[in-house]
T-cell receptor, first 117, second 113 residues
Framework: GAVVSQHPSWVICKSGTSVKIECRSL??????MFWYRQFPKQSLMLMAT?????????EQGVEKDKFLINHASLTLSTLTVTSAHPEDSSFYIC?????????????FGPGTRLTVL | GENVEQHPSTLSVQEGDSAVIKCTYS??????FPWYKQELGKRPQLIID?????GEKKDQRIAVTLNKTAKHFSLHITETQPEDSAVYFC????????????FGKGTTLSVSS
């Protein structure tokens, strides 16, 4: 139980294009999902909190117009990196928290490695 | 907001030795403290966690201690093995409903045989 998937696992795109990353909870409903970014040899940095049916809450310094988050259902959240630039190249990891979870850990997806040329 | 400090950034031990990683947090409202192990290019894997109503928790070779007064928690790995080599992250949760995790900067543990 508590499996989270991400798609794609890796993507290479040209500068200026947009990339969509999907995060799915496969066997549970996730009212809340989180998006993290991890640069090489660094820690996971929380980008935003995604709540089903409402607007995402972004961390300070994260541009909401550049990183569009949509949590349209209880099993799917998407992160769209708009007008991607080389500095956006990173490892993007989502995590999900189930409806029944109370003060328990998050379940992480396998991550998406984005490379912007 | 919450800030989590983690030390050391790198740790090298001989197989069979113990390893200790320490973290401090700033927000007294934090009430959940997990530890993750991450291998290169993979997702973080939860190895142990502790909640604020408990002072210590152990799972085989791994233990975590929490000092709420001092706002610090530690990971203890005994009888280390080469497969324990990885990056370890501590984290603290903030808020009540969201449980967003704030991570420490990580500790690269190397266990040599």
């Amino acid at each position: 139980g508590a499996v989270v998937s991400q798609h794609p696992s890796w993507v290479i795109c040209k500068s200026g294009t947009s990339v969509k990353i999907e995060c799915r909870s496969l066997d549970f409903q996730a009212t809340t999902m989180f998006w993290y970014r991890q640069f090489p040899k660094q820690s996971l940095m929380l980008m935003a909190t995604s709540n089903e049916g409402s607007k995402a809450t972004y961390e300070q310094g994260v541009e909401k117009d550049k990183f569009l988050i949509n949590h349209a259902s209880l099993t799917l959240s998407t992160l769209t990196v708009t007008s991607a630039h080389p500095e956006d190249s990173s490892f993007y990891i989502c995590s999900a928290r189930g409806e029944q979870a109370v003060l328990v850990g998050q379940f992480f997806g396998p991550g998406t490695r984005l490379t912007v040329l | 907001g919450e800030n989590v400090e983690q030390h050391p950034s790198t740790l090298s031990v001989q197989e069979g030795d113990s390893a200790v990683i320490k973290c401090t947090y700033s927000d007294s409202a934090s009430n959940y403290f997990p530890w993750y192990k991450q291998e290169l290019g993979k997702r973080p894997q939860l190895i142990i966690d502790i909640r604020s109503n408990v002072g210590e928790k152990k799972d085989q070779r791994i233990a975590v201690t929490l000092n709420k007064t001092a706002k610090h928690f530690s990971l203890h790995i005994t009888e280390t093995q080469p497969e324990d080599s990885a990056v370890y992250f501590c984290a603290a949760s903030i808020g009540q409903a969201g449980t967003a995790l704030i991570f420490g900067k990580g500790t690269t543990l190397s266990v040599s045989s």
